[in-house]
């Protein structure tokens, strides 16, 4: 899937045959200095570590872990609603809207065979 923005684009690659374990991600992106060089390079992540990627260089980052009611989303929900918190995060109303209209776009595209512009 492909997400074109104003000021760059997102390619999300998705693999149904991977082990459910298997949830590594990695992030591309170029920034410029305020000396006007490009920086370009990666965040790779997983469960147990954080890396800045550029070419063959990596640096780990520090990874906090989530407090035990925040590590899961089912947890987190269940936490929020028993003790009357706000949702929020990866589970908000307002991120999970957005990622139906993103799916649903997805599926019009590959129906019609032509991009689907978003609101």
């Given at each position: 899937m492909v997400l074109k923005y104003k000021n760059g684009i997102n390619i999300f690659e998705g693999s149904w045959d991977l082990?459910?374990?298997?949830?590594?991600?990695?992030?591309f992106g170029s920034t410029t200095a305020p000396d006007g060089t490009l920086n370009r390079g990666s965040i790779y992540m997983t469960q147990q570590k954080v890396e800045l990627?550029?070419?063959r260089d990596k640096k780990d980052l520090p990874?906090?872990?989530?407090?035990?009611?925040k590590a899961d989303?089912?947890?987190?929900m269940v936490d929020a609603i028993k003790n009357n918190k706000p949702?929020?995060?990866?589970?908000?109303?307002?991120?999970n809207l957005g990622v139906v209209e993103i799916i649903e776009a997805a599926k019009e595209?590959?129906?019609t065979g032509r991009a689907v512009k978003l609101k």
């Open positions: 082990p459910r374990s298997f949830q590594d991600v990695e992030v990627r550029n070419g990874l906090t872990p989530l407090a035990p009611e989303p089912i947890t987190f949702i929020e995060g990866i589970t908000a109303l307002e991120i595209s590959i129906r």
